[in-house]
């Protein structure tokens, strides 16, 4: 079993940049890709950013490329979304995922954990 925690998440100007991290316990990353979805009020839940187990391959939505990059310390059994120029629509809460691989995770299936989320909120 695998617990994943998000922290990071808070209020932001526009234009400003937040850092969340999502650990595991309970059992290593090992093998896993891991994915970011946002959910924001009344809208569905949306894949952000995900990468896979080795870290090589690394995915972004249309809507945060160029201003968001994930990354991952397998050491350390976490993974880390930067985000960048941030904007009011990047409002929502952001939940880390955890599944097989990279492909499935992305459009949503095959998800093994998820974290409780954190709320990202940025202010106009």
């Known amino acids: 079993q695998v617990q994943l925690v998000e922290t990071g998440g808070g209020l932001v100007q526009a234009g400003g940049s937040l850092r969340l991290s999502c650990a595991a316990s309970g059992r290593t990353f090992s093998g896993y890709a891991i994915g970011w979805f946002r959910q924001a009020p009344g809208k569905g839940r949306e894949f952000v950013a995900g990468n896979s187990w080795s870290g090589g391959g690394t995915v972004y939505a249309d809507s945060v490329k160029g201003r968001f990059t994930i990354s991952r310390d397998n050491a350390k059994n976490t993974v880390y979304p930067q985000m960048i120029s941030l904007k009011p629509e990047d409002t929502a809460v952001y939940y880390c995922?955890?599944?097989?691989?990279?492909?499935?995770?992305?459009?949503?299936?095959?998800?093994?954990?998820w974290g409780q989320g954190t709320q990202v909120t940025v202010s106009s």
């Open positions: 995922a955890a599944g097989p691989t990279l492909s499935r995770l992305q459009i949503g299936v095959s998800i093994d954990y």
